[in-house]
Nanobody, 126 residues
Framework: QVQLQESGGGLLQAGGSLRLSCAAA????????LGWFRQAPGKEREFVAA????????TYADSVKGRFTISRDNAKNTMYLQMTSLKPEDTAVYYC???????????????????WGQGTQVTVST
């Protein structure tokens, strides 16, 4: 089992940058597939980015490709989401998620994840 805690959210203007962190408590962090999702008011939770256990494989939603970068530091039990060129449509609560899926490098579907953080709010103004 793993406990996840996001941090780094905030309020900023369009075009700005922000880095989110997801700290994990629990053993075998390096065995987990990890992902970032977001949920805007009145909308369903959507996939943002995912990373393989080793960090060697990543994938992104088309809406953030080229602007966001997912990474992890297994020595620090932490995952990151570097967000640049932020847009008002990026406004949402951002969640990190974890699951062990040895057969998959990256996991992009929310229902496949077993563990979730509480979320951190990101608000981008015009």
């Amino acid at each position: 089992q793993v406990q996840l805690q996001e941090s780094g959210g905030g309020l900023l203007q369009a075009g700005g940058s922000l880095r989110l962190s997801c700290a994990a408590a629990g053993r075998t962090f390096r065995a987990y597939n990890l992902g970032w999702f977001r949920q805007a008011p009145g909308k369903e939770r959507e996939f943002v980015a995912a990373i393989s256990p080793s960090g060697g494989r990543t994938t992104y939603a088309d809406s953030v490709k080229g602007r966001f970068t997912i990474s992890r530091d297994n020595a620090k039990n932490t995952m990151y989401l570097q967000m640049t060129s932020l847009k008002p449509e990026d406004t949402a609560v951002y969640y990190c998620a974890a699951v062990i899926r040895p057969s998959l490098l990256v996991v992009t579907t929310a229902r496949q994840y077993d563990y979730w953080g509480q979320g951190t709010q990101v608000t981008v103004s015009t």
